[in-house]
């Protein structure tokens, strides 16, 4: 990725377009715009479309249902060197674009980078516990899982050559997975995942207020881990990571080494 890279913004949405509106009206306001948004409509019956033409954002349409489908339609559709993804009822601050390109800029090395979220809306004195009480307890289960950190789906990032490498082993297919955890799991087998603090993301505290839905979170997460079993079993997979780590780290010395200036 030579120069000043191209921003792709992948946005799933399934008849939600009051929280689509609000998200797209964010990113209109970014310090470093995107150069295009793609909202992939997964089937909407509701205004989703029409909401995300009248913003400027392209449309892309997937008829098949679930979130796993919907990314993965739009990180194939999308033409930038950076995709970076997030869902409707994501706030970015105006300076979410600019901190993502920034993370990406000054590590060569960084596949995927991920970051952090607070809440914008229900009781305040609520918002920032539960935040960090849930992006602590996402990050520290799946940590065990995967050997390095997991992308949080509601703020990511990923180099566009790295989704062409792992686009035909997502399971884009089934709908009863995390499609983010699932990317985790792809990404990080052979590409450093960064996490960086302070990207600037806001998101809405509704999946909390509904238990049943907080449940099926959970269900769907225990089944992504699990349906990599047994080639992604613990300790395997460590051991498996570590040594793809060093064997990146000693080409990018050795491509270092080829391109430096004779003395």
Known sequence: MAGVPNVSVVLPVRDDARMLAGCLDALARQTRPADEILVVDNASRDETASVARAAGARVVFCPEPG??????????????????????????????????????????NAGAVTGDARFVDGPRWLRGPLAGSYLVAYAATTWLALGHPPLFGSNLGVRREVWLSVR??????????????????????????????????????RPFRDGGSFARRMGCGIRTVIIHWPHDFPPRRWVRVARARRAAVLSNRGRRRDFSPAR
């Open 67 to 108: 979130i796993p489908a919907a990314s993965a339609t739009g990180y194939d559709a999308a033409t930038g060197d950076l995709l970076l993804r997030l869902d409707a009822d994501c706030r970015p601050s105006p300076q979410w674009i600019e901190r993502m390109v920034d993370a990406f800029t000054a590590d060569e």
């Open 168 to 205: 035909d082993r997502v399971h884009r297919h089934d709908r009863e997975l995390h499609d983010d955890l699932d990317l985790s799991f792809h990404v990080g087998s052979a590409h450093r995942i960064r996490y960086r603090r302070g990207l600037g993301m806001g998101m809405s505290i």
